[in-house]
Nanobody
Framework: QGQLVESGGRLVQAGGSLRLSCEGS????????MTWFRQAPGKEREFVAG????????HYAHSAEGRFDISRDNAKNTVYLQMNSLQPQDTGTYYC????????????????WGQGTQVAVSS
């Protein structure tokens, strides 16, 4: 059974950068589209960025465009999210997910989920 484990979240000041990682195990995730979601306290889970299995297509939420970069290393079964110019509104738990549909903003389209890593941005 496949598993996803996120890491890299921490407290950072506004304007700072973080790199999140999501490592898969138990199966080969190289044929899956991979996506990052986030969930702020009291809010619904929202799409942040997605990447197709072959890296040919990337998708970003409007709030992430120009600041975040999603990438993947299929040899390492790992997807990354480089986040720059972080703002307090980026605070939340960040989840990675694996699914068939690249760039889908709908959580139910994803088959595998990690447990999340917390990002806190102070002003």
């Amino acid at each position: 059974q496949g598993q996803l484990v996120e890491s890299g979240g921490r407290l950072v000041q506004a304007g700072g950068s973080l790199r999140l990682s999501c490592e898969g195990s138990g199966r080969d995730f190289s044929t899956y589209a991979m996506t990052w979601f986030r969930q702020a306290p009291g809010k619904e889970r929202e799409f942040v960025a997605g990447i197709s299995w072959n890296r040919a297509n990337t998708h970003y939420a409007h709030s992430a465009e120009g600041r975040f970069d999603i990438s993947r290393d299929n040899a390492k079964n790992t997807v990354y999210l480089q986040m720059n110019s972080l703002q307090p509104q980026d605070t939340g738990t960040y989840y990675c997910a694996a699914g068939v549909v690249s760039g889908s903003p709908t959580p139910r389209d994803y088959e595998y989920w990690g447990q999340g890593t917390q990002v806190a941005v102070s002003s």
